[in-house]
């Protein structure tokens, strides 16, 4: 059992391409797919094309669900997706689940098995320092999931954290977004500190699962130009460079 996990395209369809390359390359067949597919300042509906072309497991992220929700509501920057979009590429938003299960042994969600919005392997102190949260913390949002590997995206930070149980969670990184600002639940950043795709691919071996972090290089700087072009100069410094 070998499968790839990617999540937090964010509409980075130049990172997708160079992913799902590397990806065939290594010759895995299974994607499982963590979510925020489109929104971001790029190439929306190049990206769902991507995506639909291929058989992914896919969940929703919460910018998935900002999507299905009413444009005249969203950011200038998230409605200008939500209009590019196609009605087959929103029927597919609307057909997203907010968790599930694949072959009974790996569990996927978003951000938690609760929620698509709140930071699981991480936390923010008040003070805005992105830092790893408590094992005991962990492990209370993993209550009640009996996979033995469960994945998570959300904070575009690639992580693993083995359970006390045995239990996995892994964070694959962000394929098309490296640095982000947000000010919930105080001000913070989240910087990769490096422009490259990021994913993971996942192996069930005798002992466990094993997991490697790739990190693709790819043409950041034309993907950066697009979101400058598109009046977003913080995305694409935070594309070409992997720090806002
Ligand atoms: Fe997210």
Redesign the pocket.
Known sequence: MRFAVIA?IHGNALALEAVLADIDALGIADILNLG?HLSGPLEAARTADLILARDMVSVS???DRYLRGDPATLHQWEADCWHELTPAHHAWLASLPFSRVWKDEVFLC??TPQED?VYWLETVSPDGVVHARSLAEVEAFAEGVPQSLILC??THLARIVRLTDGRMIVNPGSVGCPGYDDDAPYPHKVEAGAPHAAYAVIEKAAQGWSVEFRRIAYDWTSAAGIAAAKGRPQWARAIATGWL
């Open positions: 937090d925020d992220g919460n910018h978003h951000a919005n995206g959300h």
